[in-house]
């Protein structure tokens, strides 16, 4: 069964700052997505970027990038220019490619970073 | 505008009483799916269903249940059954064929009283 790991529970950066968030995630197969979601306070999940697994250039959305190894199965966010919208809770998760079959829609999540933005 | 509503935002429930969760979408979705939220533990799959008529369990069903005799709904019942069933729960929804990650809900927060 695949999983998805968030090592850092928490984080912090300084407004303007770069951060990033790691994930990790076991998978034995090849063709897959992976995706961030931010959780703000307001609880709404919001989609902040994905990843086809078969894509070698990392996707990028305005401030926010991903650094993704396929060989090292980490996809890490990066968010450029930190801003104070940015505090959220943000969630890394895999999702397998239909050409597998069965129920290959569940998204598998990861336990979630809650990263706090210093003005 | 398309999406999905949850209602109601907020739900308490007495020992021993069944609840029921509402999730509905006009987004044409085939897929829906019902997670719960607890800290420290992310998004845990309770439901899902991937066309009228049928479902399946998700990691952790036991003391819920589902229904879906319309393609825009997905309502989660949590039975008495549930022995901790305080948290966060949120809806999503998919098409089955599609690339894309999922739209959710606003979610309903549960709590036992």
Known sequence: AQTVTQSQPEMSVQEA???????TYDTS???YYLFWYKQPPS???ILVIRQEAYKQQNATENRFSVNFQKAAKSFSLKISDSQLGD???????????PSYGGATNKLIFGTGTLLAVQP | DGGITQSPKYLFRKEGQNVTLSCEQNLNHDAMYWYRQDPGQGLRLIYYSQIVNDFQ??????????????KESFPLTVT?????PTAFYLCAS???EGLYGYTFGSGTRLTVV
Not at chain 1, 17 to 23: A, K, R
């Open chain 1, 17 to 23: 700052e770069t951060v990033t968030l790691s994930c």
């Open chain 1, 29 to 31: 197969e090849s063709d």
């Open chain 1, 43 to 45: 609880r709404q999940m």
């Open chain 1, 87 to 97: 505090a959220a809770m943000y969630f890394c998760a895999y999702r397998r490619d």
């Open chain 2, 57 to 70: 369990k998700g990691d952790i069903a036991e003391g819920y249940s589902v229904s879906r005799e319309k």
């Open chain 2, 80 to 84: 008495s059954a549930q022995k901790n």
């Open chain 2, 94 to 96: 998919t098409p089955v």
